[in-house]
């Protein structure tokens, strides 16, 4: 499966955006997760959401802030991040999984464990 991210841009603080990622590919059957980079840091994760939308997960720092959400007819997954702050500032990117037993397994923020990558796009929070 390849995957586009899109959505980025620069905003203010305490703005909102967007992210979309669309996938391509016979099956969109995966657990569908988002993370970022920032400059000089390590990814880290941010938010998942298994098949069937039923099931969400989201790293501290942006639980209450962020919604991730899937269209599995589009074929796309997406990112509502409010309440943006200068530190959300980073390049995100969408993964995949097909390892169905992730949110069991607990490991839903470790990136090694994601099987396809998008390209990534920036967000810029000034402050």
Do not use: H
């Not at 390590?42 to 989201?58: K, Q």
């Not at 509502?80 to 390892?99: F, G, H, I, W």
């Amino acid at each position: 499966v390849q995957l586009q991210a899109s959505g980025g841009g620069l905003v203010q603080a305490g703005g909102s955006l967007r992210l979309s990622c669309a996938a391509s590919g016979r099956t969109f059957s995966y657990i569908m997760g988002w993370f970022r980079q920032a400059p000089g840091k390590e990814r880290e994760f941010v938010a998942a959401i298994s098949w069937s939308g039923g099931r969400t997960y989201y790293a501290d720092s942006v639980k209450g802030r962020f919604t991730i959400s899937r269209d599995n007819a589009k074929k796309m997954v997406f990112l509502q991040m409010n309440s943006l702050k200068p530190e959300d500032t980073a390049v995100y990117y969408c993964a995949a999984t097909r390892k169905a037993d992730l949110f069991y397994s607990g490991s839903t923020y470790v990136p090694n464990e994601y099987d396809y990558w998008g390209q990534g796009t920036l967000v810029t929070v000034s402050s």
